[in-house]
Nanobody, 118 residues
Framework: VDVVESGGGLGQAGGSLRLSCTVS????????MGWYRQTPEQERELVAS???????NYADSVKGRFAISRVDNENTVNLQMNNWTPEDTGVYYC?????????????WGQGTQVTVSS
């Protein structure tokens, strides 16, 4: 099973960007999908997550600015990042809760860098 992120980049405060993550491989389904952010000063932390039923969860720092969505038939989760601030800078990782045919566990992507300048 592979988890691949795309869409990172550079931008200025107030801008927007969308991150995408696609899960592929031999598996039954994907449960919760989420985006996490890591910086040199801080451990990896949850930014947003979404369940199969569409229930979402956001870090307080991004509520009202970021929106997470998923396309189940494509095993894809997107993170729309609006009204950037420099504090959004970091490496963004996608995590997928995989339900295999004989196993169950989390898989992480390789991470994508997001850098926001003031």
């Amino acid at each position: 099973v592979d988890v691949v992120e795309s869409g990172g980049g550079l931008g200025q405060a107030g801008g927007s960007l969308r991150l995408s993550c696609t899960v592929s491989g031999h598996m039954h389904s994907v449960n919760i999908m989420g985006w996490y952010r890591q910086t040199p000063e801080q451990e990896r932390e949850l930014v947003a997550s979404i369940s199969r039923s569409g229930e979402t969860n956001y870090a307080d720092s991004v509520k009202g600015r970021f929106a997470i969505s998923r396309v189940d038939n494509e095993n894809t989760v997107n993170l729309q990042m609006n009204n950037w601030t420099p504090e959004d800078t970091g490496v963004y990782y996608c995590k997928a809760e995989i339900v295999g045919y004989t196993w169950f566990g989390d898989r992480w992507g390789q991470g994508t860098q997001v850098t926001v300048s003031s």
